[in-house]
């Protein structure tokens, strides 16, 4: 095993190129789906990537493994401490298990059982903290690594954890070239900023006409109000939403940094039109999508860019949902 050689800067195409190697044959291979009943009602080429089919449910797999892969065996035996609402938390328990390492884990009290109950399962441990409250979880994570001697893995403002999730952008390409589609756009759901940001990355090599948006919950759009006001911004005060997973405080510094540079914009989209795109994605698509995965869809649906008459690639990023939630999209 090797330490990090990228840890102190932003991530290039041949970080998420070494990424794609590293996790070769442990990540799956998610396919790139078309379904022509999606096409029809949008008036264009619609691609969607399928990641609720990755380990642990959420493409967070990808960059949980190429970051802990790539530790030292004295980092290994010290452990890993991390924070997260829950697919980072299963991504970097499970790879924590493989790599025999331990995990601690750093979850707020409502996060969705099901990724509570599968972070578990790999053997980690988890600490909670109320979401909304004085706690800051990034603290809170930095003084565990100080007391215990663990390695602190940023959920999304790493760069090897954005190289990994840049690894989605690679297989975009490679597939849409595989079916003959050329890209006009690509949408990526967006909480702290690594898929999108990686993703990002990878297209802008491969793809380079191919515009990209970061997706986010409507109030909880910390990069859309960031690309706009030209620095790092904040949430709305006091918002809510169902999508769990896209609730960071603020976007990171890598993360926006590498979106400035190569974003077409960022959309916002609110919690009934997930609703609805999670329908759609069951309905359409025979997948189970979790309400943070699909809001790019959702965005699709909602037209939030021009659809007919283009193709499109959309990324379903997620499908950790607890089944009463899911219910409830299928029945609203």
């Known amino acids: 095993m090797t330490s990090s050689k990228i840890s102190d800067q932003r991530p290039t195409i041949d970080d998420v190129r070494s990424a794609a190697d590293q996790i070769k ?9 078309e379904s022509p009943s999606l096409n029809a009602r949008l008036g264009g080429r619609v691609l969607v990537k399928a990641e609720p089919l990755q380990r642990t449910g959420s493409f967070k ?4 493994y190429n970051k802990l892969s790539r530790l030292s065996r004295d980092e290994l ?8 609402s829950g697919n980072h938390a299963q991504g970097i328990a499970a790879v924590a298990q493989m790599m025999g390492t331990p ?25 909670t903290y109320e979401r909304g409250s004085v706690v800051d979880r990034e603290a809170l994570a930095r003084k565990i690594s100080d007391e215990r001697g663990a390695i602190l ?19 975009i390409s490679s597939q849409a070239n595989d079916v003959g589609a050329q890209l006009d756009a690509v949408l990526v759901p967006c909480g702290g900023g690594g898929l999108v940001s990686g993703t990002s990355i990878a297209l802008a090599s491969e793809c380079p006409n ?9 109030g909880f759009d910390s990069m859309t109000r960031s690309l ?40 916002a989209i609110n919690d009934e039109a997930v609703l609805r795109a999670m329908r759609v994605a069951f309905n359409d698509l025979k997948l189970v999508v979790e309400p943070g995965g ?4 959702a965005a699709a649906l909602e037209h939030a860019i021009q659809i007919k008459g283009r193709t499109i690639a959309v990324v379903c990023s997620g499908g950790n949902v607890d089944p009463s939630v899911f219910k409830d999209a299928l029945t609203a």
């Open 103 to 127: 995990a601690i884990i750093i979850m707020p009290s409502d996060a969705p059982q099901i990724k509570v109950k599968n972070t578990k399962s790999y053997g980690a441990e988890i600490l």
């Open 228 to 267: 706009s006001a030209g620095e790092p911004s904040g949430n709305l005060p006091g918002a809510g939403s169902i999508c769990d997973a896209l609730q960071p405080p603020r976007v990171g510094k890598y993360t926006f940094a590498v979106c400035q540079e190569h974003l077409a914009g960022g959309l």
């Open 61 to 64: 797999f990808r960059g949980a």
């Open 77 to 84: 035996a010290a452990g890993v401490v991390t924070y997260s």
């Open 153 to 171: 893995v940023s959920p999304f403002d790493d760069p090897h954890i954005i190289a990994g999730q840049g690894t989605v952008g690679l297989e």
């Open 294 to 297: 699909c809001i790019a869809l």
């Open 25 to 33: 044959g442990k990540a799956v291979l998610t396919p790139l789906l």
């Open 210 to 218: 191919t515009e990209v948006y970061a997706v986010e919950p409507t």
